[in-house]
């Protein structure tokens, strides 16, 4: 038996070994090993393709135009940095980003993407945070407005076809059907456009990306307040043209390692984003 | 947001925001601080925010748009030239007799104008790469908007070629220009009047819509713009001063535009190089005292001297043009020249021996196909039957082995080879080129003799029809008569063997008739082989060596005037002859 519980032992170790050392692995950056573990991304430079008119996660640095900045591009940066690659960012439209993935013309779309499994079929995912809808108001909510119950007779800004514009036309529905006044919709191409129908007063409340509301709020408290939030159940991720194993792996690999030492929620808090929103790093293929 | 509410501050503003571009960043802080002063009621907050005019014009002048700006005019400049280029070949096709290029070109264009531009240029970026062809963002662009910029030009240039009369080219050919000496000398110099006003349109619109290129990564002006924006939502500022950026540099291309169709202008003013600068200061850049302008010499020093100049190079010309037929011999053999438009018959056998040195008048009723015939003898016009020689050879058709004849591939060649002279009603002078333009144009771009013995030639013969003191005028300058003389000028200047003139009267007002028939005379007793499609009997009567009567595709009868015209021997004739007669008497 003693010669049994030894070899049991033995056993034990030897797993606790492999699993600590596979532990670590993960959780450091090793920049100079780029050849042993990504073989196939030797000598690349990685084309992360952005749009930098969406804050919080993508933009240009206030102080330096020159600069993109924001929680997806830092944690792009520090992702690839982690791997040891050279990257750049490649900027355009937000609706060109997913076609030019597809087509090999970018590595990576870092820029508020949501998983959907549809999007999934075409593209691989790492997915690393919660989705959620803010609903940004004037600050000192003059309009009062506590839930999306309260929207019946008020004026509502969303993206044109967002998962935002679905909850309005629902909640319209409900006003109707509950003998209320109608939600007045204002659907919109481009949030400028949206921020633009907060600021001049025709839309009482604007449903956006709850990290952007969060950020908006944290930057201008005298201009904008949170009404609420809803957390949509959707994840944001960072997506690869299919087949790309090496590259999820770098982007799985590095979110994790962000993750354990805290770089995530910081770079969270810098751009005024709940930390409490990130979820561990995750691969999803299809 | 401050309003200013007086003019005196509106323009204290204005010259301060001009200071603020021309100056150091520590003039720049001075220059914002006497701004926010001249607002005036702004309180503590506002005056720590920077005053609006102040970022309007930081953003007006900011590196980051301009970069963008450059990218606009960089993919708009290229995309443009590339455009025009593709777009002429377009529209050439367009022009096809070949159903099937017109059919190419006009799908093409149905493909391209009928899609929108923001799909075309998703497709190049992100499709092509599915067969391997991989572009950058502003290749992608450039190619997108050049490809796009070919359909519209394309309809552009076709609309502006279409817009030049057809005589012109017609004038060009009977000069042995070819098609394309003809397009490039000739139409698109004409076109480019109406072709401008819609180019300068598309500029502009292209430099502007450059902006959808976001989608394909092109971070050109309006999406960094944009990005400024989604950074910090100073919308009005920002896009004000992209609005400024614009507008300078659609300004400079409308500016652009406007010197290019002056440059175009028919009607303009010719002046001498720096002439514009003079009238307008006063004085002249590179002038060196004492250098004038010198005045164009007069030609003719006496009269008699003039005669015997006249005489020298009208004869000069008659009797240099080599050739072995000798004076007398057969020099133009039609046989059996026979042509149809369609049903109708036009030319129905006419049979004709033209000898070197003889004068032969055609006369006619209106449809009797003179004309016609006359257009057949240079190949104007094909023939479908018969055959015509001039000095022994063939214009543009070689001899098949078993006989009959095939047309040759290079016809233009064989039109200046013949060097036969045309002479038009309409006088299909070249529009746009000054009077010894007119006449020296083929010499120098077919026959290829030196600018400068062109020159000498052209004088020379712009003298013996009259003109010397309107060599420079343009066409539109001149009276009928005179354009005559310079069409009559410009076939010479070729140095024809045969000299054809259709109806060079018939579009002139009566008193101008004679100095054009003076010219023609002269030339007629220089020895000059002529035929002449005219109404004007006297003319016959004192000049022709021969007459022939035409109707309906025949010959009716020829012969010397004294009994054509004098005494025909049929009834056609006769009936013609009272009918003109009569017309002559009443105007």
């Known amino acids: 038996m003693a010669f049994k519980n030894g070899i049991l032992t033995a056993v034990g170790i030897l797993a606790a070994h492999l699993a600590l050392s596979g532990v670590a692995n993960a959780q450091t950056c090793e920049p100079a090993k780029l050849s042993e573990k990504y073989p196939s991304l030797v000598g690349k430079t990685i084309k992360i393709g952005a749009d930098p008119q969406t804050p919080p996660y993508v933009m240009r640095d206030k102080s330096n135009f020159e600069n993109v900045i924001g929680i997806d591009a830092d944690l792009a940066r520090a992702t690839f940095d982690c791997a040891g690659l050279k990257y750049e960012f490649v900027l355009g439209g937000w609706s060109g980003l997913l076609p030019a993935v597809m087509a090999g013309q970018i590595d990576v779309m870092w820029d508020n993407l949501y998983y959907k499994p549809a999007r999934a079929k075409t593209v691989d995912f790492v997915v690393y945070m919660k989705a959620g809808t803010g609903a940004l108001v004037p600050a000192g909510n003059p309009k009062k407005v506590a839930s999306i119950e309260d929207f019946c007779g008020k004026t509502v800004a969303f993206g044109l076809g967002s998962v935002e514009e679905q909850a309005t036309r629902k909640q319209d529905e409900a006003c109707k059907a509950a003998g209320k006044d109608a939600v007045t919709m204002m659907p919109f191409q481009d949030l400028a456009a949206g921020m633009r129908q907060l600021e001049s007063g025709r839309s009482d409340i604007l449903l956006w990306d709850l990290g952007f509301a969060d950020a908006s709020v944290k930057d201008a408290p005298t201009k904008y307040a949170r009404a609420f939030a809803i957390i949509s159940g959707l994840t944001i991720g960072a997506a690869t043209a299919n087949g790309n194993a090496d590259l999820i792996k770098v982007i799985h690999d590095g979110l994790t390692v962000l993750q354990s030492k805290g770089e995530q929620a910081a770079i969270f808090t810098r751009y005024g984003v709940d930390p409490s929103t990130a979820i561990p790093a995750e691969v999803k293929l299809d | ?587």
């Open chain 2, 1 to 587: 947001m401050q309003i200013i509410r007086t003019s005196s501050r509106a323009i204290a503003v204005a010259i301060l925001a001009l200071a603020f571009l021309a100056s150091t960043a520590e003039a720049q802080a001075q220059v914002s601080a006497a701004l926010q002063e001249l607002s005036g009621e702004a309180d503590a907050a506002a005056a720590v925010e920077q005053h609006w005019i102040w970022e309007f014009f930081s953003y007006a002048a900011s590196e980051f748009l301009w970069v963008g700006a450059w990218t606009a005019v960089k993919i708009t400049a290229l995309s443009m030239a590339i455009g025009l280029v593709l777009g002429l070949g377009l529209a050439l096709m367009r022009l096809s007799r070949l159903f099937v290029v017109r059919a190419a070109a006009w799908f093409y264009i149905w493909i391209v104008r009928g899609t929108p531009q923001l799909l075309q240029l998703v497709f190049i970026y992100d499709a092509l790469p599915y067969i391997g062809l991989k572009f950058d963002s502003f290749t992608t662009a450039v190619i997108g908007f050049a490809l796009n910029q070919a359909a519209f030009s394309a309809e552009i240039i076709r609309g502006g070629i279409l817009s030049v009369n057809k005589a012109q080219s017609t004038a060009a050919t009977a000069l042995g220009m070819g098609p394309v000496l003809t397009l490039r000398r000739i139409v698109l110099p004409q076109a480019m009047r109406s072709i401008l006003p819609g180019v300068g349109n598309d500029t502009i619109s292209m430099l502007k819509l450059t902006s959808i290129a976001s989608i394909i990564f092109v971070n050109e002006l309006t999406f960094r713009a944009q990005q400024i924006v989604g950074q910090n939502f100073r919308f009005f500022t920002v896009f004000a001063a992209a609005g400024l950026i614009y507008l300078i540099l659609t300004s400079a291309i409308s500016i652009a535009q406007s010197w290019a169709e002056a440059r175009f202008d028919l009607e303009r003013e010719r002046r001498p190089r720096g002439e514009t600068l003079r009238r307008m200061f006063g004085f002249r850049l590179n002038e060196k005292p004492g250098e004038d302008v010198p005045a164009p010499k007069p030609l003719a020093v006496s009269p008699a001297d003039a005669h015997v100049s006249d005489d020298d190079v009208f004869r000069s010309l008659a009797t240099s043009a080599g050739g072995i037929a000798k004076r007398g011999e057969p020099f133009v053999v039609c046989r059996n020249v026979q042509k149809s438009y369609g049903d109708r018959v036009v030319l129905n056998g006419i049979d004709m021996t033209v000898a070197r040195g003889e004068v032969v008048v055609l006369l006619g009723p209106s449809g009797s196909g003179k004309s016609t015939f006359l257009r057949t003898i240079n190949h104007l016009e094909p023939v479908d039957w018969g055959e015509i020689t001039v000095d022994g050879r063939h214009v543009g058709y070689a001899p098949l082995p078993g006989g009959g004849l095939k047309p040759t591939r290079a016809l233009a060649k064989a039109r200046a080879d013949a060097r036969i002279g045309m002479v038009f009603q309409h006088f299909n002078l070249f529009n746009h080129l000054s009077a010894l333009e007119n006449v020296i144009e083929a010499p120098i771009r077919v026959f290829g003799i030196a600018p400068e013995a062109a020159r000498a030639l052209g004088l020379r013969l712009l003298g013996e029809v009259g003109l010397a003191g309107h060599a420079d005028h343009l066409p539109h300058r001149l009276s009928g008569g005179q354009q005559q003389r310079v069409a009559i000028a410009r076939a010479l200047a070729i140095s024809p063997k045969l000299m054809l003139f259709d109806e060079p009267t018939s579009a002139l007002d009566p008193e101008l008739v004679g100095e054009v028939l003076q010219v023609m005379r002269k030339l007629a007793s220089a020895g000059m082989t002529m035929i002449v499609v005219t109404h004007e009997i006297r003319f016959a009567r004192e000049v022709a060596d021969r007459v022939v009567f035409m109707d309906e595709g025949v010959i009716v009868e020829q012969g010397p005037p004294s009994e054509v015209i004098d005494n025909p021997s049929q009834d056609r004739t006769r009936r013609f002859l009272r009918v003109v007669e009569r017309a002559e008497t009443a105007s």
